[in-house]
């Protein structure tokens, strides 16, 4: 297809870019509700019909029907490009910040607001490697085995989320993050050698940070305070905290002092237990060079 004598591709759907929009997240329906009703305002204002736009931008004439109605979350580089061809002068590219936010989950987005306002923040995982530890490789190959099986676009939604909460590790002033993991999700081979080499390797770089805290839980312990699943305490410069784990109060995020103190007495003990920081970098550098 050619616009203006400039040939043009046209993508497939696999190729549009943006996620299908979450109908339970009010917050989100409304914002891409805007961007579309926005988008729509500027492209007949200018006089252009949704063929001769959607020819222009380079996607089907579908994807760009949906957008306007607010059913799918554009791209940034969508909103950007639609920017230059309607001559909207920033207006609609300024939209991406808000858009950003809604592509991830609703409650991705609420549990990394949460990370963003911690000041110190602790973690305990029994069955895979914390997300906020993971490589990128190591969680698609995580969600690669899910079932049911995800389609691509999830696919792509979750990591883009999971990515998205790695910047508390960039946070000044930088928050205490403490980890312990069970000795079996470091050895596990997720991925493949090479992904699980590297993500060895990513543990021990995150380790060496000065707010960084990870430690191993050997799988020979015999006491174990652990056995009610993940634990996660979050708490705030006010003095607030928020915490939940699977073993307790049916999963639910509690903010109970009574209750806290229970999941930090859980937690505090399950790092007594568990090896030094120093051993277990020492534990996670032996099982690299064992591989």
């Known amino acids: 297809m050619s616009v203006d004598g400039q040939a043009v591709q046209v993508r497939d759907e696999t190729d549009e870019p943006g996620w299908e929009v979450d109908p339970d997240d009010e917050w989100g329906v409304a914002v891409i509700t805007t961007v579309g009703r926005q988008l729509k305002l500027r492209r007949e204002s200018v006089g252009m019909r949704v063929a001769d736009f959607a020819a222009a931008m380079g996607y089907g004439e579908d994807l760009a029907y949906k957008v306007e109605a607010g059913n799918r979350i ?29 592509r991830y ?48 676009e999830q696919t792509e939604r979750m990591v883009a989320a999971r990515l998205a909460r790695r910047t508390v590790f960039d946070r000044s002033p930088a928050p205490a993050l403490s980890f312990v993991q069970e000795e079996v999700t470091l050895r596990r081979p997720v991925g493949g050698t090479m992904v699980w080499r590297r993500q060895i390797e990513h543990l021990l770089k995150l380790g060496k940070l000065r707010n960084v805290s990870i430690q191993v839980m ?68 032996q099982m690299l060079g064992e591989s």
Not at 80 to 101: H, N, P
Not at 110 to 126: C, F, P, Q, R
Not at 236 to 243: H, I, M, P, R
């Open 218 to 285: 050997p799988t020979d312990c015999e006491d174990h305070f652990g056995t009610g699943g993940l634990i996660e305490v979050l708490k705030f410069s006010d003095g607030t905290a928020v915490g939940r784990s699977d073993g307790a109060f049916a999963g639910r995020p509690v903010t109970d002092p009574k209750q806290l103190r229970i999941l930090e007495l859980r937690y505090g003990m399950i790092r007594a237990q568990a090896l030094t920081p120093r051993e277990s970098r020492a534990f996670i550098e």
């Open 74 to 102: 554009p791209r940034p580089e969508y909103l950007e490009k639609a920017d230059e061809i309607l001559g909207a002068g920033g207006l609609l590219a300024a939209m991406s910040e808000d858009v950003a936010k809604v």
């Open 105 to 152: 989950p609703k409650k991705v987005r609420e549990l990394a607001k949460l990370e963003a306002g911690a000041v110190e923040i602790g973690l305990y995982s029994n069955h895979n490697i914390h997300g906020l530890l993971q490589t990128e490789e190591h969680m698609r190959a995580l969600f690669d085995v899910w079932l049911p099986a995800h389609t691509e």
